[in-house]
């Protein structure tokens, strides 16, 4: 299957949400600053999705191969093992939002800012699930990052930028030469049909990790292991 860009969503952000997430009273002096804020992210934001429906060939103990690309990683090929379609992705805030944050010097406002950006990618990434659902009908999936566990290195960004064509071309996102991603509110991964919950954070010990979206799972981890 060719790329498929996503780059038509229409962002909306959560004012109560925000509002919570930065935890500002109503009394607060920031409030109204921040609103203005966010109702400026809402109309300049052009959140962009890219991603590839793909065929798993090869396997080996620590390596799949995925549209003639191999990634190396243990846990990638065991979650894949009964897997034959996968879909890798690139998601971002886009760089109009980007390029807009760049003029706030105020460390609070700056902050504010940054988590606007949070919102709108994950606003994004909501989309790009509930659009697998609707035009591949994947119900159930689960996602693995790059660089989110040792054994999947920040360094097999590579391979997947290989695997979906010219990214900074199609959605304007680069990979630098310490392979993170520009935009910063940027995530790539591969998504898959999985029916048990699965996250990477089970896999990872870090404690008082503000992303968490699950506890460490010791068990899990010796399974993959």
Same mark, same amino acid.
């Given at each position: 299957?060719?790329?498929?860009?996503?780059?038509?969503?229409?962002?909306?952000?959560?004012?109560?949400?925000?509002?919570?997430k930065?935890?500002?009273?109503?009394?607060?002096?920031?409030?109204?600053?921040?609103?203005?804020?966010?109702?400026?992210?809402?109309?300049?934001?052009?959140?962009?999705?890219?991603f590839?429906?793909?065929?798993?060939?090869?396997?080996?103990?620590?390596?799949?191969?995925?549209?003639?690309?191999?990634?190396?990683?243990?846990?990638?090929?065991?979650?894949?093992?009964?897997?034959a379609?996968?879909? #890798?992705?690139?998601?971002?805030? /886009?760089?109009?939002? =980007?390029?807009?944050?760049? +003029?706030?010097? *105020?460390? !609070?406002?700056?902050?504010?800012?940054?988590t606007i950006?949070?919102?709108?990618?994950?606003?994004?990434?909501?989309?790009?699930?509930?659009?697998l659902?609707r035009?591949?009908?994947?119900?159930?999936?689960?996602?693995?990052?790059?660089?989110?566990?040792?054994?999947?290195?920040?360094?097999?960004q590579? #391979?997947?930028?290989?695997?979906? /064509?010219?990214?900074? =071309?199609?959605?304007g996102? +680069?990979?630098? *030469?310490? !392979?993170?991603?520009?935009?910063?509110?940027?995530?790539?991964?591969?998504?898959?049909?999985?029916?048990?919950?699965f996250?990477?954070?089970?896999?990872?010990?870090?404690?008082?990790?503000?992303?968490?979206?699950?506890?460490?799972?010791?068990?899990?981890?010796?399974?993959?292991?």
């Amino acid at each position: 299957m060719d790329t498929v860009v996503l780059d038509n969503i229409q962002c909306e952000i959560d004012l109560t949400k925000l509002q919570e997430k930065l935890r500002l009273r109503e009394d607060n002096s920031y409030l109204a600053e921040v609103l203005e804020l966010a109702a400026q992210a809402q109309l300049i934001a052009r959140p962009k999705v890219i991603f590839k429906r793909s065929l798993v060939g090869a396997k080996g103990d620590n390596y799949v191969v995925i549209d003639g690309i191999r990634f190396n990683s243990r846990i990638l090929r065991v979650n894949l093992e009964d897997t034959a379609m996968v879909f #890798p992705f690139i998601i971002t805030c /886009g760089t109009e939002l =980007e390029i807009w944050s760049k +003029q706030f010097d *105020d460390f !609070f406002i700056s902050y504010c800012v940054d988590t606007i950006k949070e919102m709108v990618l994950n606003y994004a990434r909501q989309e790009f699930v509930m659009y697998l659902e609707r035009e591949f009908g994947l119900v159930h999936g689960a996602n693995m990052n790059p660089g989110s566990l040792p054994d999947w290195p920040i360094t097999e960004q590579k #391979p997947l930028f290989d695997l979906l /064509g010219n990214v900074e =071309e199609l959605i304007g996102v +680069q990979l630098n *030469d310490s !392979f993170l991603l520009l935009p910063v509110k940027t995530v790539s991964g591969i998504r898959f049909p999985k029916d048990s919950t699965f996250e990477n954070c089970q896999l990872c010990p870090r404690e008082n990790c503000p992303n968490r979206k699950a506890p460490y799972n010791e068990e899990m981890c010796r399974h993959f292991h």
